[in-house]
């Protein structure tokens, strides 16, 4: 069953505000229209229903192939209770071989060099709440808010008011010998770090930089000098990020350089310029104030940003990786708290999630509007974001799962713009949104509640693409390995296509820049895309698949040379092709034949 969800523009839509869905104009009706969407969601979805349990619940499963399921390690489930706080999995981060799971408790890092079998190889006790790790070549930072985190690590905790022994802030550990982390630095912040944000500048490579999201409340001057709760004062601790220098040669000098104010109003000066929080009318939901920050993400290549800033959706010009500043921003009327973003690769366009509840509460149920608690996605003009879609979780959940949209990274299908997403006990939702108006949901995975009784929060905190295979991090219960299979959305070559793309570190609030070379799993993943859509003449389809044939069986120079003259004639006609409209077609499908052509010719060149 495809599952797709319509762009609401109603009359009268203008850049920078969103258009209010007509069930939210129409109050007296919304929870009717909420609920009818919500019940055509569920028809026949096997994700509706799911047994409860803990590490034995049902499943449902979609374009995936569940391959490993570790529960967490020792030290890192409460034993007195296992769903108890302060326990809780958190984001994951990738170097080499290993994948780096956070943990209120400090952090865990798996061998996935075979990831049909990881393996837990070290565990960090470090508490400090949140526990969101990102790494740089040797260097590995871990966000900390918690009152009670201290700066050596203890377990014991701070009970003091103010003491000079709390951390609130990134801690900076060396993993050369990443079985052994050790703590090198600790920079401490006003309001602690919630996320963090790794960044170089191409111009310097000797330093990189942290953007700290902090959103706590801010510590007392007292405990650290310069910290300042106040709105009204001019050097307030709110309305701001901070980003640190860390020293590749000398992490322990790493330090805050500057102090961004994100949301000025470029016309008053007002440094709490943005969104000052509250409903956006009748039947709209009642968003954060824009005081802080809660994710940004960097796309270096592009020398862009996308802030999620808790009543606003923000671009950043990042040019200068020390003095980011603000370049557009939006609201929307059914967002209730700016959360994360993601870009496409070719950045035109970019998706914000909503995290409508806290991530705490249930909100993909049949009744919850399917604009709230989402993503909403923008296409980039000319550095404006354009609102053009929304897309959540199809399958409606119970009033047991905590549910809402979260932490996910993009799947490198060449042709394509698809991302896979961890919806906390809705499981992971893949989606392809090439098209924004109408992002169709391609693969998925789902447990049932872990309480059918009562809310146990559990689920994916984030579901993260890499090299190959997909990661999955779950509150509760571990750590998961998925992989795709071909389905009526994906095919084997689209998924030969992007396990090509290697890297050597992934971080979540870090994009790099996907290029593929020229392979025949290339252009067979874009043959197949543009068979999928009848958009390519069938004569063509035969000669390219023909020319692809060849080359994985030519034997001789001269019937490489041969081969190649083929590919270059291919690649001219498709050329051709790409410039003449065709009823019917996809905006995308002229793109697909170039690239088709610009593989061929790539791989003709090979070839000689």
């Known amino acids: 069953m495809t599952r797709r969800m319509k762009a609401l523009s109603p009359p009268g839509f203008t850049r920078g505000i969103l258009p209010i869905p007509f069930c939210l104009i129409l109050t007296a009706a919304c929870s009717l229209v909420g609920a009818t969407a919500g019940a055509a969601q569920d028809t026949g979805d096997p994700r509706v229903g799911l047994a409860a349990g803990w590490h034995d619940a049902a499943s449902a499963i979609s374009g995936l192939e569940l391959l490993a399921s570790l529960p967490k390690g020792v030290g890192f489930v409460n034993p007195d209770s296992a769903f108890a706080g302060g326990y809780t999995n958190s984001d994951i981060a990738f170097t080499a071989g290993y994948a780096i799971q956070g943990n209120y408790r400090g952090f865990q890092i798996y061998d996935i060099e075979d990831p049909a079998n990881p393996t837990l190889r070290v565990g960090v006790v470090c508490p400090g709440g949140q526990g969101d790790p990102s790494v ?5 930072f871990i966000s900390v808010q918690d009152r009670a985190a201290r700066i050596d690590c203890g377990t014991e905790g701070v009970a003091d008011s103010i003491s000079t022994e709390r951390f609130r802030g990134v801690r900076i550990f060396d993993i050369s010998d990443i079985r052994s982390p050790r703590q090198v630095a600790a920079v401490q912040t006003c309001r602690g770090s919630h996320t963090h944000t790794v960044v170089e500048d191409p111009r310097d490579d000797e330093n990189v930089y942290i953007y700290v999201q902090g959103t706590s409340g801010v ?25 640190i220098r860390v020293p590749l040669a000398r992490p322990q000098d790493a330090a805050v350089v500057s102090e961004p104010r994100l949301f000025t109003n470029e016309q008053t000066g007002d440094i709490a310029g943005l969104w000052g929080g ?8 009642s968003t954060s104030a824009t005081n802080r920050c809660h994710d940004i993400t960097v796309y270096p290549a592009i020398g862009l940003a996308a802030g999620a800033c ?25 967002f209730a708290y700016w959360h994360s973003a993601t870009f496409s690769n070719d950045g035109t366009k970019v998706i914000f999630t909503d995290e409508w509840g806290g991530g705490g509460q249930p909100r993909c149920q049949a009744t919850d509007p399917p604009t709230w608690g989402a993503n909403a996605i923008f296409e980039i003009v000319g550095r404006k974001m354009l609102f053009a879609g929304y897309y959540k979780l199809p399958a409606a959940q ?17 042709g394509r713009d698809i991302k896979v997403q961890g919806w906390y006990q809705g499981g992971l939702s893949a989606f392809d949104f090439t098209d924004p108006a109408t992002p ?16 146990v929060s559990g689920g994916y905190w984030s579901t993260y693409w890499y090299n190959g295979f997909i990661y999955a991090g779950e509150l509760s219960r571990g750590f998961d390995v998925f992989r795709l299979v071909p389905s009526q959305y994906l095919t084997q070559n689209e998924i030969d296509a992007a396990a090509q793309i290697r890297m050597t570190e992934f971080n979540a609030q870090h994009q790099p820049k996907i290029v593929w070379e020229p392979t025949v799993a290339v252009a067979r993943a874009y043959l197949d895309q543009l068979m999928r859509n009848n958009a390519i003449r069938a004569d063509r389809a035969v000669s390219v698949s023909g020319a692809l044939d060849r080359i994985e069986g030519v034997r001789s120079e001269a019937e490489r040379a041969e081969v190649g003259t083929q590919l270059e004639q291919t690649a001219l006609n498709l050329d051709t092709d790409s410039r003449v409209a065709v009823a019917g077609e996809r905006p995308t499908d002229r793109s697909r034949l170039r690239s088709l052509a610009a593989t061929l010719r790539g791989l003709a060149g090979s070839m000689r």
């Open 136 to 140: 740089y070549g040797n260097l590995l």
């Open 219 to 243: 510590r007392p001057r007292e405990e650290l000098e310069g910290c300042s709760g106040l709105a009204e004062d001019p050097n307030t601790s709110l309305f701001r990020i901070e980003v």
């Open 278 to 285: 509250g409903d956006h009318g009748p039947g709209t939901q």
């Open 310 to 334: 808790s009543g606003n959706g923000i671009l950043l010009d990042i040019s200068d990786p020390a003095n980011p500043y603000r370049i557009d921003e939006v609201v929307d009327p059914g």
């Open 398 to 414: 119970t009033a047991e799962e905590n549910c809402v949209a979260h932490n996910g990274s993009l799947i490198p299908v060449p």
């Open 440 to 455: 169709v949901e391609i693969a998925y995975f789902d447990r049932g509640p872990i309480s059918n009784e009562e809310m």
